[in-house]
């Protein structure tokens, strides 16, 4: 039986591109290429890749990516992009909790979750952490956004969650604060007109959790930021106001 993730990314390539969240690419990409000062030796893995939007900007600019997820449909759509792109990356088919590339990369990008938050224990989180950090060479650098914690403690998350959707609609919201796990179900139309129904849960993150996690793994820097999507910058400090988390993080 699939997991409501996988469900939900089946079929959803191009309705997941017209979403209001997937629209910061273009400021997103600078602020990497800003991280990693523009080197174009530094390798990237982009995990939970989706559907290449990233991956596919960067090459454009001249890096070596490579993209990684779990959803055909979402590679489908990402090798159609990068061919009209005229980009070359390699797109690899893998769950974020079974890879190793055994420090190939100079950085690696999580970006809107890619996976991240999104699995059914704690453990299978930190595994997806663990394997990013696993993939990293000495002196690489990890960026990652993940939902915020702080956020529904004092805020409406139903309000953030159906804001600006596309081709979905979240009902039933509940937020258990010694979880830290938001349940909603989610109403989604996907690329072929079909409605789907999906009992989900999502693992919110408080930024000392994230600092535990990564110093455990090995980095010995990490920073912690609000995330606002097409506006990340070492700007924003964590705070309710802000839905997700962005975090630097080098080894």
């Not at 960067?58 to 159609?80: F, K, M, N």
């Amino acid at each position: 039986m699939k997991q409501w993730y996988e469900e939900l990314f089946t079929d959803y390539a191009r309705t997941y591109d017209q979403e209001l969240f997937t629209q910061g690419t273009l400021q997103e990409v600078g602020f990497i290429e800003k991280e990693i000062r523009k080197n174009k030796r530094v390798r990237i893995l982009d995990v939970g890749c989706g559907t290449g939007r990233h991956a596919i900007e960067l090459a454009r600019r001249g890096y070596d990516v490579t993209g990684l997820d779990l959803s055909p449909s979402q590679l489908d759509r990402a090798r159609e992009k990068a061919g009209a792109a005229g980009v070359k990356i390699r797109f690899v088919r893998k769950d974020a909790r079974d890879f190793d590339f055994q420090g190939r990369f100079g950085l690696v990008i999580m970006l809107c979750e890619g996976g991240f938050a999104l699995m059914e224990t704690d453990e299978m989180n930190y595994l997806i952490l663990e394997n990013c950090a696993k993939s990293l060479r000495k002196g690489g650098k990890f960026i990652f956004s993940t939902l915020n914690a702080l956020y529904p403690l004092v805020s409406s998350l139903k309000k953030i969650l159906n804001e600006g959707a596309v081709g979905t609609r979240t009902s039933g919201i509940t937020f258990d604060i010694a979880t830290l796990r938001e349940r909603s179900v989610l109403e989604v139309k996907d690329d072929n007109g079909k409605t789907k129904v999906l009992r989900c849960s999502e693992r919110f993150y408080m930024p000392s959790e994230l600092t535990w996690m990564l110093s455990t793994l090995g980095f010995r820097k990490v920073e912690i930021f609000g995330g606002t999507v097409g506006k990340i910058s070492r700007k924003a400090r964590p705070s309710p106001k802000e839905f997700e988390l962005l975090v630097v993080a080098e080894k």
